[in-house]
């Protein structure tokens, strides 16, 4: 049975691919900063330090796991105007976002040379391409998965694709603490999701609909892609 390694598996995002491929058939090696429930084979530990990703190859190699794809989700957010930017925050979140998916990268390429049509799908957002006021540190990290995917897409071609997903709002207790910053979280909401094209934001099942599609033989003649799945956010505005 072939396995999946998903990074912030703990999360609104990563519970709901995780369950998509369990569903699916896959094993799910789930991994985060906390308790990570629903798999059947967990790991906590800051994904950014190699210590966590060397615990996640014994695991692998005590269990002969064949692992087919590796999903970076795992990340964090973080809000300050530039000029009150603090730079133990910045590089904290360029931890997170970025060091931590070439960890796993890193550590993780070596299984899935293993297995034929092994592929990475890292979380990136729309946010890498729109710009948001306030979240410059975020917005910069997600270019930076952008670059990443792509760069990859060609130093581990052909044995593994490595594709990314740039969602749009998603309800989640990442995107729901967003919305609770502002003074007025009912009245944004609305603003929100009459900023998208089908008038709502997304649900984490939709968004693992895709990770799954871009980790699967379905999408077998793609790499270096950014697929975005936006609800039409980009396009109305």
């Given at each position: 049975?072939?396995?999946?390694i998903?990074?912030?598996?703990a999360?609104g995002m ?20 906390k ?8 790991v906590?530990?800051d994904v950014?330090?190699?210590?966590t990703w ?17 999903i ?12 009150e ?6 590089l ?5 976002n970025?060091?931590?998916m070439?960890?796993g990268i890193?550590h ?8 034929k ?5 890292n979380m ?14 975020y917005v910069?990290?997600?270019g930076?998965?952008?670059?990443l995917?792509?760069?990859?897409s060609?130093?581990?071609a052909p044995?593994?694709?490595v ?10 207790p ?5 919305l609770n910053l502002n003074?007025?979280?009912?009245a944004y909401?609305?603003t ?6 089908l ?5 984490p099942?939709?968004?693992a609909k895709?990770?799954?599609f871009l ?7 793609m790499?270096?892609s ?11 505005n």
């Amino acid at each position: 049975m072939k396995t999946v390694i998903i990074t912030g598996a703990a999360g609104g995002m990563g519970g709901a691919t995780a369950a998509l491929f369990k569903s699916r058939g896959f094993q799910v090696l789930g991994t985060d900063n906390k308790e990570v429930p629903g798999c059947d084979f967990a790991v906590t530990g800051d994904v950014a330090d190699e210590a966590t990703w060397q615990k996640i190859s014994g695991v692998i190699e005590q269990n002969r796991l064949e692992i087919s794809s590796l999903i970076n989700i795992a990340g964090r957010n973080y809000f300050d105007l530039i000029t009150e930017a603090k730079k133990s925050e910045w590089l904290n979140m360029f931890e997170v976002n970025v060091v931590a998916m070439v960890m796993g990268i890193k550590h993780m390429t070596p299984f899935l040379r293993k297995v034929k049509g092994a592929s990475i799908v890292n979380m990136s957002s729309i946010s890498a391409q729109i710009g948001t006021s306030g979240y410059a540190a975020y917005v910069a990290t997600k270019g930076a998965v952008d670059s990443l995917t792509k760069a990859l897409s060609l130093e581990l071609a052909p044995e593994i694709r490595v594709n990314a997903v740039a969602p749009g709002w998603i309800e989640t207790p990442f995107t729901v603490a967003g919305l609770n910053l502002n003074p007025d979280p009912v009245a944004y909401r609305k603003t929100v999701e009459g900023m998208h094209a089908l008038n709502r934001v997304g649900t984490p099942d939709e968004i693992a609909k895709v990770i799954y599609f871009l980790a699967s033989e379905e999408s077998s003649f793609m790499t270096g892609s950014i697929v975005t799945a936006d609800g039409g956010y980009l396009i109305k505005n």
